[in-house]
């Protein structure tokens, strides 16, 4: 019996990577893989330290000082100044914060039950169902300013649409819609609920499909109606879905901003929050620390929403 002489090992060509020169051994990443994953994280992640923690860590810190933004020697140390004259001295203060609190009432009791009961229409598999989810859900994915612009055209007092339905177009009979500050801030939020309905029916919707079909088909064995089962069935699993939806619309509601600033930049009756501080840090007087210090406030509003949420979130994940 011949035995076959070794065979000789051939050499690897000079423009293989050295990992996959060596076999039976785990193929490592060449230097060039190690510097596009660099990249594809680090740039994201120091574009997002910098624009976000950096700049809200100064935010907190500014909210202390007083500085008109020329130069850093002009930053001064002011303690808890800025707090004081905003709970105490400025007038528009408690105004945006209860246009803030009416902004939630409006946007939890309006949009969030249509979009509720749009989900629910659209979860029977009824026909079209996806022209009316594109058609329902269109506003949500359209710029808040281009939406602005589109509902100023509505309310316009010659032209707009309103007016002209009921009349009020016509000279000594014009309704300003945006300029009366006891109809302003009315207009605006059916401006935003028109937006915020769609974003609900979406939420909800995607809620009722995680639904088990069994719950429905045992309530229907047991007698109850399309109500009762409704009610006493599904809604209970939507518990999730409406934590969802009651943070987001909490959210949005503090973060309201483009929408005012298109129709008439936050003033006659509109003022919020988010207008106070753009008017105070890029404004004409370019207070940066009192701005920075309506900020804070804003920042741990939303912050006691956001961390309970959070807590409840992780809590849930290690129990399952």
Same mark, same amino acid.
């Given at each position: 019996?011949?035995?076959?002489?070794?065979?000789?090992?051939?050499?690897?060509?000079?423009?293989?990577?050295?990992?996959?020169?060596?076999?039976?051994?785990?193929?490592?990443?060449?230097?060039?893989?190690?510097?596009?994953?660099?990249?594809?994280?680090?740039?994201?992640?120091?574009?997002?330290?910098?624009?976000?923690?950096?700049?809200?860590?100064?935010?907190?810190?500014?909210?202390?000082?007083?500085?008109?933004?020329?130069?850093?020697?002009?930053?001064?140390?002011?303690?808890?100044?800025?707090?004081?004259?905003?709970?105490?001295?400025?007038?528009?203060?408690?105004?945006?914060?209860?246009?803030?609190?009416?902004?939630?009432?409006?946007?939890?009791?309006?949009?969030?039950?249509?979009?509720?009961?749009?989900?629910?229409?659209?979860?029977?598999?009824?026909?079209?169902?996806?022209?009316?989810?594109? #058609? @329902?859900? +269109?506003?949500? %994915?359209?710029?808040?300013?281009?939406? =602005?612009?589109?509902?100023?055209?509505?309310?316009?007092? /010659?032209?707009?649409?309103?007016?002209?339905?009921?009349?009020?177009?016509?000279?000594?009979?014009?309704?300003?819609?945006?300029?009366?500050?006891?109809?302003?801030?009315?207009?605006?939020?059916?401006?935003?609920?028109?937006?915020?309905?769609?974003?609900?029916?979406?939420?909800?919707?995607?809620?009722?499909?995680?639904?088990?079909?069994?719950?429905?088909?045992?309530?229907?064995?047991?007698?109850?109606?399309?109500?009762?089962?409704?009610?006493?069935?599904?809604?209970?699993?939507?518990?999730?879905?409406?934590?969802?939806?009651?943070?987001?619309?909490?959210?949005?509601?503090?973060? #309201? @901003?483009? +929408?005012?600033? %298109?129709?008439?930049?936050?003033?006659? =009756?509109?003022?919020?929050?988010?207008?106070?501080?753009? /008017?105070?840090?890029?404004?004409?007087?370019?207070?940066?620390?009192?701005?920075?210090?309506?900020?804070?406030?804003?920042?741990?509003?939303?912050?006691?929403?956001?961390?309970?949420?959070?807590?409840?979130?992780?809590?849930?994940?290690?129990?399952?």
């Amino acid at each position: 019996m011949t035995r076959k002489p070794p065979q000789a090992a051939t050499a690897p060509s000079p423009g293989t990577p050295r990992a996959s020169r060596t076999t039976g051994k785990r193929q490592l990443l060449t230097r060039r893989d190690r510097l596009v994953l660099a990249l594809m994280a680090g740039v994201p992640t120091v574009l997002h330290v910098a624009l976000v923690w950096v700049t809200a860590l100064a935010s907190i810190a500014l909210a202390f000082t007083t500085w008109d933004g020329i130069g850093f020697d002009s930053i001064s140390w002011v303690g808890l100044d800025n707090f004081r004259q905003l709970f105490a001295d400025n007038p528009q203060f408690w105004p945006a914060v209860e246009h803030n609190v009416v902004w939630f009432a409006v946007l939890i009791l309006i949009p969030t039950p249509l979009g509720l009961f749009l989900a629910v229409q659209l979860d029977k598999r009824i026909r079209f169902s996806r022209v009316y989810q594109t #058609a @329902f859900f +269109l506003p949500v %994915v359209i710029s808040m300013a281009c939406i =602005g612009f589109v509902w100023q055209l509505v309310y316009n007092p /010659d032209t707009g649409l309103i007016n002209s339905i009921i009349g009020a177009n016509k000279p000594g009979h014009y309704i300003d819609w945006i300029g009366d500050p006891h109809l302003n801030l009315w207009a605006v939020l059916i401006a935003a609920s028109w937006r915020h309905t769609g974003y609900m029916m979406i939420l909800y919707l995607a809620g009722l499909k995680s639904v088990d079909p069994s719950l429905r088909e045992a309530a229907a064995l047991d007698g109850a109606n399309e109500w009762q089962a409704f009610r006493n069935v599904v809604f209970p699993t939507l518990r999730p879905t409406n934590t969802v939806v009651l943070v987001v619309t909490i959210i949005e509601s503090l973060r #309201a @901003f483009d +929408l005012v600033f %298109v129709f008439n930049k936050g003033a006659q =009756g509109t003022e919020l929050l988010s207008i106070l501080v753009t /008017d105070n840090i890029i404004g004409e007087s370019s207070r940066i620390g009192y701005g920075s210090a309506i900020a804070v406030v804003l920042l741990v509003v939303s912050l006691a929403v956001i961390i309970p949420y959070l807590i409840a979130t992780f809590r849930k994940e290690r129990r399952s």
